[in-house]
């Protein structure tokens, strides 16, 4: 019988951190780890040898699509099929289910010293670019998305609006690292990959709802579990909501509500997609989702978004499985 590891394993032996493998095989295909019945990935000696190959060839300079491609020339995948019974013929393998982490750990310790929290402040009182992005260079590649985001973004930006509220950052300061913060998040959702048969998801913001890096944030997030994420961004007209559900008939819509005074506008959102595709499954999260009433249409989802992500996605993933 062929040995098989878990992605721990597979991460010890080749020296790969398991974020940057799942990224490997999300991106690049350069795995085709087997699936147990719980959905847990199992790889073979074959994976672990394209693996330490693609960590030598991207160590010594060459792009990761490029260095993915000599990998598998160099050593192609075996045809997808289940694990053959001793003696037995191969059996094609299910069509499959997109892998999720089915136990929820919390965010793991980050992998360097982030810098302090107070950082981000000081560059938006200061306005100090060389500050700003120091700060965020060494704070996206301090662990993974899920930990630097709860450990460190997230209060970052807490105190920043708390900097602002007290009058000690200005408009112009909070602006500028906010939107410092959100172009790192657009680029970790870049990062992410595309799932291929994965459940489709929209995220976005009801209209005149602005405050999208926790939206953006779950948006990642989801991508890392495996969905099909169409990100639709902020003050989306309730037209165009209602045209994308028809256009692609998403297995869930997602509404982010930041702030109590979306709370209006973010129920008002759920009725007419209630209304327009009453099929769908319609998610919200926010500090927004208040004094609606019990009998809106809605599944309120956690806090923080981490969180709030897994357990999406484990809902969808399982009632794709029982559909199968």
Not at 115 to 136: F, G, H, K, Y
Request: charged share 20%; with cysteine; net charge negative.
């Amino acid at each position: 019988m062929a040995v098989r590891y878990t992605v721990k394993q597979v991460s010890q032996l080749t020296g790969i951190s398991t974020d940057l493998l799942r990224a490997w095989e999300r991106r690049y295909g350069v795995v085709s780890p087997r699936r147990t019945a719980s959905r847990y990935r199992l790889y073979g000696d074959d994976d672990v040898a394209r693996l330490r190959r693609m960590a030598e060839l991207v160590a010594a300079g060459s792009p990761a699509s490029l260095a993915a491609e000599q990998v598998l020339s160099e050593h192609p995948p075996m045809p997808d099929v289940e694990d053959v019974p001793e003696g037995g013929v191969p059996v094609p393998a299910r069509t499959p289910v997109p892998e999720v982490d089915l136990e929820w750990s919390p965010s793991t310790p980050p992998t360097t010293a982030l810098p302090p929290v107070e950082a981000l402040s000081q560059a938006a009182r200061d306005l100090d670019r060389e500050l700003l992005e120091r700060t965020l260079d060494q704070v996206m590649t301090g662990g993974s998305f899920e930990t630097i985001f709860d450990e460190w973004i997230t209060p970052a930006l807490v105190a920043v609006g708390d900097g602002w509220a007290a009058e000690e950052i200005s408009v112009a300061g909070e602006h500028f690292v906010s939107s410092a913060v959100q172009r790192r998040l657009s680029q970790a959702f870049e990062a992410a990959g595309t799932a291929v048969n994965a459940p489709v998801v929209l995220v976005g913001l009801p209209p005149r709802t602005h405050h999208q890096l926790a939206a953006l944030a779950f948006a990642t997030c989801l991508r890392r579990r495996g969905m099909d994420v169409r990100y639709l961004g902020s003050d989306l007209p309730v037209e165009s909501w209602i045209a994308a559900v028809r256009r692609l008939s998403p297995a869930a819509v997602t509404i982010s509500v930041p702030n109590p005074n979306d709370s209006e506008v973010g129920a008002e959102l759920v009725r007419a997609l209630a209304d327009a595709h009453p099929q769908v499954l319609v998610f919200a999260g926010g500090g927004g989702c208040v004094g609606w009433p019990e009998d809106l249409p809605v599944t309120l989802l956690p806090q923080p978004v981490t969180r709030a992500a897994y357990e999406l996605a484990v809902t969808l993933v399982a009632g794709r499985s029982s559909a199968s």
